[in-house]
């Protein structure tokens, strides 16, 4: 069945002769009858009575009538709407993102903010903090999703926080300690920990520092990667364990076993950075967002 089988079927019941009916959908009078009677046999079911002058519905052509003109009238309210939209201005928001840190809770504000604000186009931009940063402020960016940054980097931005994840140490599920419920500090150094290359993260680093300040003993870093799934290969590998946010577990799935440290230390605490003259569109966004990860933690 094609929609031009309804469309047919529809001009003919109003008309009630298949010879006018014809002559409006500039259709031979064989042809229209033809298509009338495929759509019949199709549907097992007798739509019209036929005389030599004119056609009538039957019951059951009545039902299907009234059903098929709802389809011809939502497929054209469709066809309208796809017009009307691709006439209208076309609006784009620009996104940066740290894949890592925004893994849970970028999906989930996309679908928020796009069920509000369907005509917009999001243009997602995969880039390191500097980056990030160093765009916000030149205007390239309408908003990031990040780590909170450092005081210094983020001066003259504003940032809410939508989400914060407990750090873990990231392991084989054969490691000795992935079957622990808790890892200590103290055990992790005497672990080989692989990071992020440090001139690329700066914030990772200032992250570990918190669990090992200055003056304390230090942990032992033996490989750097500039990837999440860098680094989560490695550590597959066996190469070494990673001090690792919790979010990373909806990466790495069953690769990878993500143990809570013991004490904590402070979360990974991640969100929106905007520029203080943040766009309509993108406080939108932040609105949608946080709407979206009230519950991620």
Known sequence: ???????????????????????????????????IRDLETELGLALLERTAKSVRLTEVGRVFQAEAQAVLD?????????????????????????????????????RAFQTRHPGVRVVLHDLSAEEMVAQLHEAKLDLALTVRPSGKTSRGLKFQELARYPLCLAMTPSHPLARLRAVSISAVLAQPLLGYTRGEYPDYYIQIEKLFPAGSPQPRFTGEHDSVTSLIAGVEAGHGVSILPSCVRIIAGSRLKLV??????????????LGEKATPLALEFVTAAAAANTSVT
């Open 260 to 273: 809570p440290l013991k004490p904590a230390g402070p979360p990974l605490i991640v969100g929106v950075l």
């Open 74 to 110: 939502r497929v054209q309210e469709g066809v309208d709407k796809a017009k009307a939209t691709a006439r209208a201005p076309q609006h784009n928001l620009h996104v940066g993102y740290a894949p890592s840190p925004s893994v849970e809770i970028l999906p989930r504000a996309l």
């Open 1 to 35: 069945m094609e929609l031009r089988h309804l469309r047919y079927f529809v001009v003919v019941a109003r008309e009630e002769n298949i010879t006018g009916a014809a002559r409006k959908l500039h259709v031979s009078q064989p042809a229209l009858s033809r298509q």
